[in-house]
C-alpha cells in the first residue's frame, strides 16, 4: 500500500533536505570554518535552501500502467491476492490512517506552539510593565551611558526583579531589562553585558529572532530545521562575542561575565527573546573567543565555493534519489496522468482514479483500468470469508480448523454447512462447520470446521488457512460482482456502461443480501447491464462519465 502523496513528498522533502545539511555541516566542520559572520551566512543560506527545495526541483508526475484486465469476465475488484488486508483490518492501521493521525499532530502542534508564542508576547510586555527604571545618580546609569555613546544606539535600560540573566526585546522602542543584581556586579562586568545587549538592538536580532522562531513553529517537527536555527543562533551570539571584544578590548571581563550566567540562572519560560547566554552553547563561544580564526580570506571564499559545489551535488542526488510527486493539473480535452497516491489506492481497493474534466459535467476517464462487471440473472451462493489456523485436539492425531469471523457475520452460520479453504498456495480444500463459539473476543467469534478431504503430507497445525463458508444459496436472482462500497439491504448509486462502452451514466440501486464478492440487485439494473466496481468517489459530482478508450462491448444474451 503507499502513502498519500503529501505525506511521501513530507518525508522525501526531509531526506533531501538531511542529505544537503549533512554535506554541508560535514565540510564546514572538515575545512575548520571558524568566523562567526561566514558561519552565519552559511546556516541561513542553508536554512533557505531547505525552504526553497520543494520550490527550485522538478514535481514529478507518475504514469499509471494499466497492469489490471478489463475483460468481461469477473474477478473481485477489492479484495487482494491474499485476504489479510481486508480480515485484518480492523486491527492494523493503513498508512492513510497514520497519515491522517500524523496531520492531526502536526496541526495541533503548530497551533500549540502558536499559542505559546502569543503568551510569550504577553510576558515580556507584563515584564516591561512590571520593570523598574534605573535609579537616577547611580554608577551604573553612567556606565550604561558610556557604552550607549560607544556603540551609538540607544535603548532603555530597565531592572526586573523577575528576570535572572539579561533580556532584550523590541523593534520600534527596544528595552534591555536587567537583573536586579546588575547593580551589585563590578563595572567591567556592568559595561560587557550593557555591550552585549546594544549590539544586539544594533544588528535587528530580535527581528530575526522572531523569523527564526516563526519557522521553529511550522516546523516543529523537522529535526533538520530545528538544528540549523540553532546553528544560526549559536553563530549570532558569537558575532557579537566578536564585537564586544572588539569594541571594549576587554576580553578577560567579558569572559567572566558569561562565566557569572552561565550556571544555575533559571530563566522566564516561553518568552520569544533570546537569553544572554544558554548554557550548553558556553564552551562554543568562550572557545571561540580564545582561538584565533587565522584563515585567511581567499581561503574561506574558497572553502565555501567548495562547499556550494559539493552541497549542490548532494542536492541533485537527493532529488534524484527522491523526487516529489506533483498532483495531476486539470486541462482542458485531455486526460490526466494518476499521481502515486492514487496509484496506491487503485491497487489496494481494485479502483482507479484516473480522471480528467474533458467538461465540467463529464470528467473523462482512462477505461483500461477500470474494473468492472456485467449483471447476471441465476444462482448465488451468499459467503462469508476469515482468517484462521489448522488446530489439533489435545491427544488427537488429526487436524481440523478454526476461523474467526466478526460476530454479525456468524448470524447465519449453521452447523453442517459447506467450507472450502485455502492452505498456504498448496490447493483448496473442503470441510464441513461443526461448531460455533459463543463467546465474543475483539468482535470476533470462533467457528470449528471438520475437514472432509485428506491434507498435504507433513501439514502441521498452526498452518495460515483462509475459510469461505456456504451461509446461503440464492436462487434466480440478479447479481453482480460487489463494488467498492456495496452493503446488504441498502440503496446507492453506480456507473452503468452505455453508449456502447464509450461512456457511463449514474443510476440509483437497490442491494439485497450481500457475499463477500457478490450482491444480490434488487433494482435498479437489469439482465446484460455492465457496471463499474472501481471507487468513484472522485466523481460524485458528475452524473456521467466518459471513458477513453472505450470497453469493449459483447452483446449480451
Not at 528595552?175 to 551589585?184: D, G, I, N, S, T
Not at 517537527?221 to 546553528?231: A, E, S
Not at 466478526?406 to 461448531?435: I, W, Y
Request: net charge positive; aromatic share 8%.
Amino acid at each position: 500500500m503507499n502513502a498519500p502523496i503529501w505525506f511521501s513528498d513530507l518525508v522525501f522533502w526531509s531526506l533531501q533536505s538531511a542529505a544537503l545539511v549533512l554535506c554541508a555541516a560535514f565540510l564546514a566542520r572538515l575545512l575548520e570554518i571558524r568566523n562567526p559572520r561566514a558561519l552565519l551566512i552559511h546556516w541561513r543560506v542553508l536554512l533557505g535552501a531547505v525552504l526553497l527545495l520543494p520550490f527550485v526541483q522538478p514535481w514529478h508526475r507518475p504514469h499509471l500502467v494499466a497492469a489490471m484486465s478489463s475483460s468481461r469476465d469477473f474477478e473481485p475488484p477489492f479484495i487482494p491476492p491474499s485476504s489479510i488486508v481486508a480480515s485484518r483490518g480492523s486491527h492494523f492501521l493503513s498508512l492513510d490512517d497514520v497519515s491522517q493521525i500524523l496531520v492531526v499532530v502536526i496541526l495541533v502542534g503548530i497551533v500549540f506552539r502558536f499559542a505559546v508564542f502569543f503568551v510569550g508576547l504577553y510576558k515580556l510586555s507584563r515584564l516591561r510593565r512590571s520593570s523598574l527604571p534605573f535609579p537616577v545618580g547611580a554608577q551604573s546609569s553612567a556606565i550604561l551611558d558610556q557604552i550607549t555613546h560607544l556603540v551609538r544606539v540607544r535603548s532603555e535600560f530597565r531592572l526586573s526583579p523577575r528576570v535572572d540573566s539579561p533580556v532584550t526585546f523590541g523593534l520600534a522602542s527596544p528595552a534591555v531589562l536587567l537583573p536586579e543584581r546588575f547593580l551589585h556586579l563590578e563595572p567591567h562586568f556592568q559595561s560587557a553585558i550593557a555591550c552585549h545587549e546594544l549590539i544586539h538592538i544594533r544588528r535587528h536580532d530580535w527581528m530575526y529572532h522572531l523569523v527564526e522562531e516563526f519557522f521553529r513553529i511550522i516546523f516543529w517537527f523537522d529535526p533538520v530545521i530545528l538544528w540549523l536555527i540553532t546553528r544560526t543562533r549559536l553563530a549570532r551570539e558569537q558575532v557579537v562575542d566578536l564585537e564586544v571584544v572588539s569594541l571594549t578590548r576587554a576580553r578577560k571581563p567579558y569572559l567572566q561575565a558569561l562565566l557569572e550566567f552561565a550556571a544555575g540562572r533559571r530563566r522566564i519560560a516561553a518568552i520569544p527573546a533570546p537569553p544572554f547566554l544558554i548554557e550548553r552553547e558556553f564552551v562554543e563561544r568562550v572557545a571561540l573567543m580564545l582561538k584565533e580564526d587565522r584563515m585567511s580570506r581567499n581561503k574561506l571564499l574558497a572553502s565555501f565555493v567548495a562547499i556550494a559545489l559539493t552541497s549542490a551535488l548532494a542536492a541533485v542526488l537527493s532529488i534524484w534519489a527522491f523526487p516529489l510527486k506533483a498532483a495531476p493539473k486539470l486541462a482542458q480535452d485531455s486526460v490526466a496522468q494518476p499521481t502515486l497516491e492514487s496509484f496506491g489506492r487503485n491497487v489496494l481497493n481494485g479502483s482507479a482514479r484516473q480522471s480528467q474534466a474533458a467538461s465540467a459535467d463529464q470528467p473523462t476517464v482512462d477505461g483500461a483500468i477500470l474494473w468492472r462487471d456485467t449483471v447476471m440473472r441465476g444462482p448465488m451462493t451468499v459467503q462469508v470469508r476469515g482468517l484462521g489456523t489448522l488446530t489439533r485436539a489435545d491427544g488427537s492425531s488429526s487436524l481440523s480448523a478454526r476461523i474467526q469471523l466478526p460476530e454479525l457475520l456468524t448470524k447465519d452460520v449453521k452447523l453442517g454447512q459447506n467450507v472450502e479453504f485455502e492452505l498456504g498456495g498448496r490447493g483448496d480444500f473442503k470441510g464441513h462447520v461443526a461448531s460455533i463459539s459463543s463467546a465474543v473476543l475483539e468482535g470476533k467469534r470462533s467457528v470449528e470446521i471438520t475437514l472432509d478431504s485428506a491434507l498435504p503430507e507433513g501439514t502441521e497445525a498452526n498452518t495460515q488457512i483462509e475459510g469461505v463458508i456456504d451461509v446461503a444459496r440464492l436462487d434466480n436472482v440478479l447479481s453482480v460482482g460487489r463494488p467498492r462500497y456495496g452493503k446488504a439491504n441498502s440503496q446507492s448509486t453506480i456507473f452503468k456502461v452505455v453508449d456502447n462502452g464509450a461512456g457511463a451514466e449514474r443510476v440509483k440501486v437497490s442491494y439485497g443480501r450481500v457475499s463477500w464478492n457478490r450482491i444480490e440487485i434488487v433494482s435498479g439494473l437489469k439482465e446484460g447491464d455492465t457496471v463499474i466496481l472501481s471507487d468513484t468517489s472522485q466523481w460524485d459530482n458528475a452524473d456521467r462519465i466518459l471513458i477513453k478508450p472505450p470497453f469493449p462491448m459483447t452483446p449480451s444474451k
